[in-house]
């Protein structure tokens, strides 16, 4: 006989019906290869286009019919998996599994279970993760009557390597009724399992290669007949897991589980934002990033029960308003398998009468607007083949089975594979290469680099043209404008700027909104190489210069800078800090000769920095401690989003030496004083003493640093440290950051370190060694919180990164955190296929609460090699990304150089793609 495969709580009568078949099997093979044309609909940037479509068969000889070929999908870049649970290779119903090359479409190997029996529907769920594949066979009857098991194998040779069981003998568990796969880790729902309450399910964490079981997960609030496990997917350490018959606020209403793999804990749990009776919410789940995309099949759409799927954010639990077909038919069966990669979502609606009855389709959207981009159904579509049976999707191919299609034998079923394919892209282009550059006739642009945004979503680059221009150009006026250019006339700037202009500009600083800094060299009459250097301030393209060499500075005894060797900016108010040295002469020798000097927008100095600009001098008393004396700054000085600026200098104790190092702030409001000085016992490190300050950023009105120390036990492979002004310690090298996973594994040196607005929060990327450390996973992002006492590593080199190839992080290459929000972004390279082997990666540290510390890892957004719809309707691919550095010479982040992301999650990135064009672009957040 034939079973019924619909979810447990669907085998009834109400309006669905069991498939029913015979058990006839017929000879053939076909490949149909054609090319269709995707139907469109509604708002949309997506150009009709037309991409190859494959029909894949099992080939060979044999009795086809019944099989359901088509019943289950997965793909990778590699492979295409194809289950027919109900095949009779093995046994009469025992199931197989065909492998095609993803590529190509061609027919490899068909996979069988070892001991595969009668029954077992082996194939009715499949998952795949690089070479690796999980095949279930929920009614195998290894521990009990239709207890369940599933099955891994190399998909290279189609080698079987372990085999899957419940821990319960229990019969109808259905375990593996529904499989995900991540790196080597192993999901199997087992969703009628009774150790917390009758079908309330479980789900099962396995090896992939040992078979060895992990954990057994289960709802906080199991109950009767939830169905937990019913839905399941992975990314990493992060569980999605359906319960499509929970019944909190209504019966069968369906929930949404997140759970922490690393720890075995439940995250948080998300229901539809309008939950009602029998809608199903939970089955079918899939996971790409931090969005899941959810089905609710008996949900009230289109219609009443047709149907809805939900993209939820899974970090903050949003669920967006849901996903819904073309057609209004209440038995369409829309959501009966959905697949998700990068921002499209395919789900397939298997019953859909619009090219025939119950022919099927699939629909295709871009979860970043909700918009619906086109309509998939085959070419030779017919009566009763339920296309739409199941979906996947990864990067520019999708598959969707039919598993009735009837070419081969009646009801013995297909997959068909679309290839070249894509969707809008998700970004918004501010500029791109070739396009003219405004304010600068005759020019146009030819390469970008230094890309910033603040907090209105306003860019700011350097950038070069064509006739040799080179400047900066900002959204400031709310359009793309020059703010300063190479041959801008400045006479407007004053007497003192009569006749000169710019010869060249250098990296713009954009912490401000509205408000943007650069430097410049200019040319012209009286200009020489003791005064050709200007900070330039802009509102828009109107400038104002705040600071110059060779001028006379009232505030410093009439003393004239020779050099900014550093400018940072305020991002609250438009104030700017420099370090500098002076020109020797008039009073200015080599004891006096350094300092920190700050401004306003308009170039006067801050009027509760008293006596302006002397206070932060080298050679002049220091505040609050008069006896001593400054000595030769640093050159380095970082702002807050405050009144607060900080620097490291040296100092003479009672005016005299030697001298010692110190770090010290000032302030517009609370005036200046100092953090730590050499000599000074550092926090949680009793009888060591500071010798070296190394780096530092402030945020509000706390700094954190990075200093090395002395003292007895304080060795080379020790002898480093970052603190917070607050008192504590947040990372010291030799320090094990997870004695308890990784012992031994300690921090090697610091790369970067940023202070979240609240001090008692920074995060750390620094380089590891140890047992099983090498240079494929010796870099890591740490997340220190609670003053010190709460370590988290968020994303490490080697991590699995959600995709549907599976691929690792491979090199970090750049982190940048937006301190106020918690948002960061890591720009980093995977391991895998050339083509593809860049990501941009974002993440918040602020938003999840306890419990929920998973939630702060970053999730891959976007990936070289992804294909998108440039201008025009033609379709490209990114080539690569380009994000500045911004953190300084020492590591410190977020200290008033720019950022790159900014308060919203919106980020800025040079993106160029492979037609060749280079485009500057916003990253804007997902809703």
């Known amino acids: 006989m034939k079973y019924s495969f619909l979810p447990n709580h669907l085998s009834s009568p109400c309006g669905v019906f069991h498939f029913l078949g015979n058990l006839r099997r017929s000879l053939s093979a076909v490949v149909l290869t054609c090319l269709v044309a995707f139907g469109l609909v509604g708002s949309t940037t997506l150009t009709a286009f037309e991409p190859t479509v494959t029909k894949l068969h099992r080939p060979g000889g044999g009795d086809f019919a019944g099989d359901n070929a088509g019943t289950a999908t997965a793909m990778s870049d590699r492979y295409l998996l194809s289950g027919s649970p109900f095949s009779d290779e093995v046994a009469e119903n025992a199931g197989s599994v065909q492998v095609f090359d993803a590529r190509t479409g061609r027919y490899l190997r068909t996979l069988t279970a070892s001991d595969g029996a009668a029954d077992d529907k082996f194939g009715y769920g499949v998952a795949i993760c690089g070479n690796l594949a999980v095949v279930g066979a929920y009614g195998a009857d290894a521990t009990g009557p239709e207890s369940g098991a599933a099955y891994v194998f190399d998909l290279r040779n189609g080698r079987q390597i372990s085999k899957l069981l419940p821990d319960s003998g229990s019969s109808d568990n259905y375990f593996a009724y529904a499989v995900a796969i991540s790196g080597e880790t192993v999901l199997c729902g087992a969703p009628n399992d009774d150790e917390q309450a009758i079908d309330a399910g479980a789900v099962y964490v396995y090896n992939a290669r040992t078979g060895e079981l992990i954990d057994k997960l289960f709802a906080a609030d199991a109950s009767t007949t939830a169905l937990f496990g019913e839905g399941v997917a992975i990314c990493g350490d ?115 009468d619009l090219d025939g009855n119950d022919a099927g389709a699939a629909y295709l959207f871009d979860i970043s607007t909700g918009n619906r981009l086109a309509r998939l159904s085959p070419p030779d579509a017919a009566d009763d083949q339920l296309f739409g049976s199941a979906v996947a999707l990864c990067g520019n191919r999708a598959a969707v089975g039919a598993l009735w299609d009837g070419d081969l034998a009646p009801e013995a079923g297909a997959v068909y594979l679309y290839r ?398 937006d301190t106020a929000s918690g948002n960061y972004v890591v720009l980093a390279s995977l391991v895998g296929s050339p083509a593809t082997n860049q990501g941009i990666l974002l993440g918040n540290v602020k938003t999840p609460g306890m419990g929920e510390e998973i939630l702060r890892k970053p999730f891959i957004q976007f990936r070289k090699g992804t294909s998108y719809q440039a201008t025009g309707g033609d379709t490209t691919a990114i080539r690569s990304f380009l994000l500045p550095q911004t953190t300084d010479r020492t590591g410190a982040g977020a200290k008033g150089l720019g950022q790159v992301i900014n308060f919203y999650g919106s980020i800025a990135v040079c993106i160029q793609f492979n037609d060749r064009a280079k485009q500057v672009m916003k990253i804007p957040v997902i809703p």
């Not at 006749?499 to 713009?508: E, R, V």
């Not at 996973?741 to 008692?760: A, K, Q, T, Y």
């Open 420 to 817: 070249n394919f894509s969707g809008p892209l998700p970004l918004e282009t501010v500029t791109r290469k070739g396009d003219f550059a405004p304010k600068s006739i005759g020019s146009d642009f030819t390469n970008f680099r230094d890309l910033f945004i603040n907090d209105l979503g306003e860019t700011a680059f350097f950038a070069t043209a064509t006739r040799g221009v080179n400047g900066v150009w900002t959204e400031n006026s709310g359009s793309l404008d020059t703010r300063t250019r190479s041959g801008q006339n400045l006479t407007p700037l004053g007497a003192n700027f009569d006749g000169t202009s710019i010869a060249k500009m250098f990296t713009p600083i954009a912490e401000h909104p509205g408000f943007s800094v650069a430097q410049a060299i200019i040319r012209g009459p009286g200009v020489n190489g003791t005064n050709n250097r200007v900070v330039l301030g802009a509102y828009g393209d109107m400038n104002s210069p705040l600071l110059r060499t060779g001028e006379e500075i009232f505030e410093l005894s009439n003393a004239k800078f020779q050099r900014f060797t550093e400018v940072v900016q305020n991002s609250v108010s438009p104030n700017i800090a420099a370090t500098y040295q002076l020109r020797k002469g008039n009073g200015v020798t080599a004891a006096n000769d350094t300092g920190v000097f700050a401004v306003d927008e308009y170039g006067i100095p801050l009027e509760d920095v008293d006596p302006a600009g002397e206070r932060n001098r080298e050679g002049n008393a220091i505040p609050g401690a008069f006896v001593d004396y400054y000595g030769q700054f640093f050159g380095r000085v970082c702002y807050a989003n405050s009144a607060f600026f900080c620097f490291p200098a040296y100092y003479l104790e009672a005016g005299e030496g030697p001298a010692k190092q110190g770090f010290f702030y000032d302030s517009e409001s609370e005036g200046p004083g100092d953090v730590a000085r050499q000599g000074d016992e550092p926090d949680d490190v009793p009888g060591a003493e500071f010798r070296t300050f190394l780096g530092e950023t402030i945020q509000t009105e706390r700094t954190v640093y990075r200093a090395r120390i002395v003292g007895d036990g304080i060795k080379g492979n020790n002898n480093e440290g970052i603190w917070s002004e607050l008192g504590f310690l947040a990372l010291r090298k030799g320090q094990e950051p997870d004695p308890a996973n990784e012992p031994g594994v300690v921090v090697n040196r610091f790369l970067g370190f940023w202070d979240l607005d609240d001090s008692h929060t920074c995060l750390i990327l620094a380089k590891l060694r140890g047992p099983g450390v090498n240079a494929r996973n010796d870099c890591a992002l740490f997340h220190i919180s609670n003053n010190g006492s709460s370590i988290q590593q968020l994303v490490r080199e080697g991590d699995e990164v959600c995709g549907c190839d599976c691929p690792k992080l491979g090199t970090i290459q750049r982190v940048d955190v």
């Open 238 to 352: 992060i569980a999605v897991i359906g319960a499509d018959g929970e019944d909190s606020g209504f019966s069968d209403s369906g929930a949404l589980y997140v759970f922490d793999l690393s720890t075995g804990q439940q995250a948080s749990k998300i229901k539809a934002t309008f939950p009602s009776a029998d809608d199903y919410f939970g089955w079918p789940v899939r996971l790409s990033d931090k969005y899941a995309i959810v089905g609710a099949i008996g949900a009230d759409g289109a219609a009443a029960g047709s149907g809805v799927v939900y993209v939820v954010d899974i970090v903050n639990g949003s669920v967006q308003s849901g996903l819904e077909p073309f057609s209004y038919d209440t038995s369409d069966g829309f959501g009966w398998d959905v697949a998700i990669d990068g921002n499209l979502a395919l789900v397939g609606s298997w019953r859909s």
